[in-house]
């Protein structure tokens, strides 16, 4: 089928490309956008930013197919790019008051992970939306649909796709609803319409002279404004990076035990970031079975939302998988969550004088003679932490 205006082809993609984009609203997608699988420059710079060392560990990004869809699908010619807002209503974690008289010292989970795994609940509806693609339209295609799963940089796709511009803190940001978006892609090898006008350029970038996050990244992770040295990145660090998290940086930390959102929660376009209350993104409520048994009572934890460090560092492996299940947390897996907390334990500055330090002071001590090198060590580095001298003015500053 050629892509020209001789026999109509490029009418009926504009009209297959409004159906899509309807339809996916319909699903429940806050937005949605076409792109082709060519012209995608962004990826041009991905070579340079793996050359520099900065992927870390993260060697399933050295998929050649990263830097050219086209051939991810033989045959592909679009990209539909969807995104779902994921703001929940609980507060930003800029906005937590720290070291509150009688309150345990207390974690912080992304925003992305307080709820069900987004993987599948995106992938899910996409699926849907593929099968329905099919039942709407006669000629034969192939698609693949992608929620952080294939060789596909959404956000990029996103850009192209006319649902926003590429951040300081590389995240995607749209006018209206901020940059706290899933994204999800179907490649395929349907001719569809790309949202944007031949020739029509990108959303533009309005974050003007602003680097609020850079400057707010406690570990530094910005060597420069558009460009993420994902070593140094907190969300990296407590999920990505399997082994021992370089001293230098636990600090900065802070109480970050699952990803960060600071580079986005001092984003001025997510002042005015509309609330989402859907159901599967709000924090998981964990059920009384969930809870952690033959523990002090205050061990246990309702919810996701700023969990109790406590809590988190005393999970067994089964225990985990239960709390766990169908959760984005589980990519951290047991060893790194339980060393993740440690770490922001070392950073909790508990008070010497509670029942709370006593008890976790003997935790870190088990956890320090365990037989796995890494958890012991960073528990070592804890009880280092909470039992050095403190300043007047650092045992004001509480991470609880």
């Not at 996409?126 to 693609?133: F, I, P």
Request: charged content about 25%.
């Amino acid at each position: 089928m050629r892509n020209d205006t001789g026999d109509g082809t490029r009418v009926n993609a504009s009209e297959r490309t409004r159906w899509v984009c309807e339809r996916a609203r319909e699903m429940g997608f806050d937005l949605c956008g076409v792109a082709l699988v060519e012209g995608l420059e962004d990826l041009g710079h991905f070579p340079e930013w793996l050359a520099r060392g900065y992927a870390g560990e993260m060697n399933y990004l050295r998929d050649d197919r990263r830097a050219d869809p086209r051939v991810v699908l033989d045959g592909a010619r679009s990209l539909i790019v969807v995104a779902l807002n994921y703001n929940s209503p609980p507060p930003y974690s800029t906005k937590i008051p720290t070291g509150r008289e009688n309150e345990p010292a207390r974690g912080w989970i992304s925003r992305y992970a307080w709820g069900d795994d987004y993987h599948e609940v995106l992938k899910e509806n996409l699926d849907a939306l593929a099968a329905e693609m099919r039942q709407k339209f006669s000629e034969p295609f192939d698609v693949r649909v992608y929620v952080d799963t294939g060789p596909i940089i959404e956000r990029v796709a996103a850009k192209y796709a006319g649902l926003g511009w590429l951040a300081k803190n590389t995240c995607l940001i749209n006018q209206q609803l901020g940059s706290w978006l899933f994204l999800g892609v179907i490649i395929t090898t349907l001719a569809l319409e790309p949202t944007l006008a031949a020739g029509a350029a990108p959303p533009p970038d309005l974050c003007g002279s602003c680097t609020r996050c850079l400057d707010a990244c406690p570990t530094d992770a910005f060597p420069e404004p558009y460009v993420l040295d994902a070593r140094r990145c907190i969300s990296y660090l407590t999920i990505e990076l399997r082994g021992t998290i370089p001293q230098e940086l636990r600090a900065g930390m802070g109480n970050a035990v699952i990803g960060c959102d600071i580079c986005q929660d001092v984003c001025p376009w997510n002042r005015k970031a509309p609330v989402t209350n859907i159901p599967p993104f709000q924090p998981r409520l964990l059920a009384p079975q969930a809870s952690v048994t033959n523990k002090p009572e205050e061990c246990a934890e309702p919810s996701l939302f700023a969990p109790a460090l406590e809590w988190l560092a005393s999970l067994t492996q089964q225990e985990f998988s239960a709390t766990f299940r169908k959760s984005a947390v589980k990519r951290a897996k047991w060893r790194g969550l339980v060393r993740n907390a440690c770490v922001a334990l070392g950073n909790s500055h508990i008070a010497r004088d509670s029942e709370e330090y006593v008890r976790v002071v003997r935790m870190l001590e088990e956890l320090a003679a365990d037989q796995d090198a890494i958890l012991a060590e960073h528990a070592r580095w804890a009880l280092d932490r909470l039992k050095a001298p403190r300043s007047n003015s650092a045992a004001g500053r509480a991470c609880n």
